[in-house]
């Protein structure tokens, strides 16, 4: 007996769309963990390269994959470099995300001499700091180290040097806790009332 098309039973229509969202969902989640993290941005410590309210998107892939839930790498990118702003586990509470901008690499010797950065005793030009108060010099936050960098730690700093907690009051940053390379600014807005579209689609760097 010959096979008639029309015979071919469909499948209902709650089948057809709860299949359709099973596999978006199963996407999703494979993006989420292995390509993209949206972050918000929630402090003043990146000004101004970054604002409050900023939503952006961060390649988790450039420093590689890792399988969920270890610190195995099923692909090992690129090593963090100098200047790059990354997303990562703040160590003294694992649970949440830091944005900050790497400062010095394992070996390097930082300092911080009235508010100017040091980098193996040679002093840094940096176009993208922000000083809120440029004639207060505090301890620690103002005048710091000189500190070697550890193998497989980072050092990092936010942008904004006199609003920001950083890895002159925390410490280090573990290469197992970073978690993605901030790469590309999709939203901004400080109200509802003003959105920055010039914002839009910024590279950050």
């Known amino acids: ?7 071919k039973k469909s499948k209902p229509l709650w089948r057809e769309y709860g299949e359709a969202l099973l596999v978006a969902l199963i996407l999703a989640m494979v993006i989420r963990t292995f390509v993209v993290q949206a972050f918000k941005i929630p402090s003043e410590s990146m000004m101004e390269t970054l604002l409050v309210g900023d939503h952006l998107l961060a390649g988790k892939f450039t420093y590689g994959i890792k399988f969920p839930f270890t ?7 690129k090593d963090p470099a100098r200047g790059d702003i990354i997303i990562f586990k703040y160590p003294n509470d694992p649970s949440v995300d830091y944005i900050k901008r790497i ?4 070996g390097d010797v930082i300092a911080v001499r009235n508010k100017q950065l040091y980098r193996d005793e040679q002093a840094v030009k940096e176009s993208y700091v922000r000083f809120t108060s440029p004639n207060r010099i505090e301890p620690r936050r103002d005048n710091f180290g000189p500190v070697t960098v550890p193998p497989g730690k980072y050092f990092v700093m936010g942008d904004n040097r006199d609003n920001s907690l950083d890895s002159r009051f925390w410490g280090f940053v573990d290469r197992s806790a970073i978690r993605a390379k901030a790469w590309r600014i999709y939203w901004s807005w ?16």
């Open 1 to 7: 007996m010959p096979f008639n098309l029309s015979q």
């Open 71 to 77: 610190n195995s790498y099923i692909y090992n990118g």
């Open 103 to 106: 400062i010095g690499l394992p």
């Open 190 to 205: 400080e109200s509802f009332s003003n959105i920055r579209f010039s914002r839009l689609g910024k590279h950050i760097e």
